[in-house]
């Protein structure tokens, strides 16, 4: 008799879909499509921690073209009753009702706390969380402005809106490579580890099991002062890295063909 597989569940960031400075996008596109493929028989659920696509925005009714077969396939797994949660990150933070309606995906826009087989777990993109700088305030309010947004949707035609989109995407990466951010920077300089450092501390004994981050682009797996672990996910563009949490060890995995 065939046993079933024990469930699982999954966790994965920054694809950057579409992105002008990754000429490697669409193969990396089929790649995950391999790896969803692969986990499918045990996903218990997904959670995708922002930037999946280099830059999204939905018009009234228009949405970017691309990424077709991404989009089917995370279709089809809701189809087949496997919850996917998409945790809206600084590049899709203007991903709204589409993901929901036509492919039956759990769109968040803020961190949120969730209970997985028994353990709590901390979930967010995490662009802005524990950054004080006046530039990261600037552009959260920037593009969670609604009179931006609505200035964005019906002031500029959606060619060159998305046009400017992928253009300053492109100009950000670039921005990053060359202050040669993409790296770990010690536990003093990361924002992420001093956000969940306050954190733990603040609520004690309350604290969640997990701390999970994407936005940062590395592979990091933090043990904070008490019993939490912070896990940053890496990317999925050079590590093609991905969390995977059975209910009794979170690991960090690489996927290899």
Known sequence: METMAAKRYYFVSDAHFGSLAN????????????????IEPDC?????????IDFWYEYPRVVPKGFTRFFGKLSRMTDAGIPVYWLAGNHDTWLYSYAQEEM??????????????????????GDGLGDKSLSSKFLHWFFHSKINQFLFSYILPPA???????????????KRKK???????????EHLIAFAKADVT????????????????????????????????????????????????FDLLQFED
């Open 23 to 38: 000429e490697q996008s669409k193969e990396n596109e089929r790649k995950m499509l391999r790896w969803l493929d692969s």
């Open 44 to 52: 218990e659920a997904l959670f995708m921690l922002g930037d999946m």
């Open 104 to 125: 039956g995906i759990k769109v968040i826009h803020k961190p949120c706390e969730m209970t997985l087989f028994g353990k709590r777990f901390f979930l967010a993109h």
């Open 160 to 174: 060159w809106g998305i046009a400017f989109g992928q253009a300053w995407s492109k100009h950000s990466y670039n």
């Open 179 to 189: 202050e040669d951010v993409q790296h770990y920077l010690g536990e003093d300089k």
């Open 202 to 249: 603040e609520k004690k004994d309350d604290a969640p099991d997990y701390y999970v981050f994407g936005h940062r682009h590395i592979l990091l797996d933090f043990q904070l002062p008490n019993r939490s672990r912070l896990m940053i996910l890496g990317d999925w563009i050079k590590e093609f890295s991905y969390g995977v949490f059975d209910g009794e060890f």
